[in-house]
């Protein structure tokens, strides 16, 4: 029998200006995301909902098992998710994604490697690998800068290249506010690839 210590429930809420996903833009307008996680030591369970503004669903939800904790020096995530769309039209309404990442303080720098991966994606995109590698720096208490380039490999949909920066403010304990800029280097393609500065704010409880 598996000894997991008490369950640690927690929520997060957030309010963009517009939702990103993989560098690319999600919403037409505003995005609500809403993320409910327990976690058990090392091992945590989730599932968030949030709108989306596409041909293939109005939102999208999933749920989440994983793993994080360090090792060797490194912070180590890595997890499973089942994605849902909601109200799909006529796309593939189900994936399989798996993600895992790692980083490490490094004074006040903190370099960060992600690969996210499926199978078969939402909607008409099949394979799918997101690589994405940035660092981010605390430049005072409790504010941080941060950068990244990814590149995305995938069937179905053009592969591309993405980049951020931006700045982020934690305040009030439990309040975070944010404000990045993205582009790729496949703008020609249409408005989804265009560059756009993107402002949030997030509660965590």
Known sequence: MIDLPPPDPGIEISLASQGISKGLRQTDG????????????PLFVA????NVSGPASDGETAAIIGLRGPAGGFDLVGSAA?????????????????NVAASRHIGIVTPRLSLTWSPDELGTTRRSLYTEAGATIAVAPHATVSAAVARRDR????DYTAFNI??????AEHFTVDVHWYDTDRSRLGEIYENRAVASIRARF
């Open 47 to 50: 599932s968030y909902l949030k």
């Open 166 to 171: 931006g700045a982020s403010y934690t305040f």
């Open 30 to 41: 505003p995005q609500l995301l809403a993320r409910g996680e327990i976690v058990f030591g």
């Open 82 to 98: 089942w994605k849902f769309g909601v109200a799909p039209v006529g796309f593939d309404d189900q994936a399989l994604e798996i």
């Open 155 to 158: 069937d179905g949909a053009p």
